[in-house]
């Protein structure tokens, strides 16, 4: 089993910026990926950004590229992503992600006023 523990989040201006946090613990693997995924109520869950612990290059939506950094800090086991010039359409809940075996965190809520 792998736990992850989601930080930051919360209410932003369109505009703004806002990081995102989220540490992995448990069975980790030697081989990993870490990402965070979106979901607004009545939509699928989509990726917004993934990074793996030895293919570290990343992997972002395209809705997200250009305003979106994904990194690791693998000897924490923690992924952060930096969302910048942040849309009212980017506002959704925030999913950390890791794989193998699936985990998922329980969210964090992103909103961004207009």
């Known amino acids: 089993q792998v736990q992850l523990v989601e930080s930051g989040g919360g209410l932003v201006e369109a505009g703004g910026s806002l990081r995102l946090s989220c540490t992995a613990s448990?069975?980790?693997?030697?081989?990993?990926?870490m990402g965070w995924y979106r979901q607004v109520p009545g939509k699928l869950r989509e990726l917004v950004a993934a990074?793996?612990?030895?293919?570290?290059?990343?992997t972002y939506a395209a809705a997200v590229k250009g305003r979106c950094t994904i990194s690791r800090d693998t000897s924490r086991n923690t992924v952060h992503l930096q969302l910048d010039k942040l849309k009212p359409e980017d506002t959704a809940m925030y999913y950390c992600?890791?794989?193998?075996?699936?985990?998922w965190g329980r969210g964090t809520q992103v909103t961004v006023s207009s």
């Open positions: 992600h890791y794989y193998p075996g699936n985990f």
């Open positions: 448990g069975s980790i693997s030697t081989v990993n990926n």
């Open positions: 990074i793996g612990n030895v293919s570290t290059t990343p």
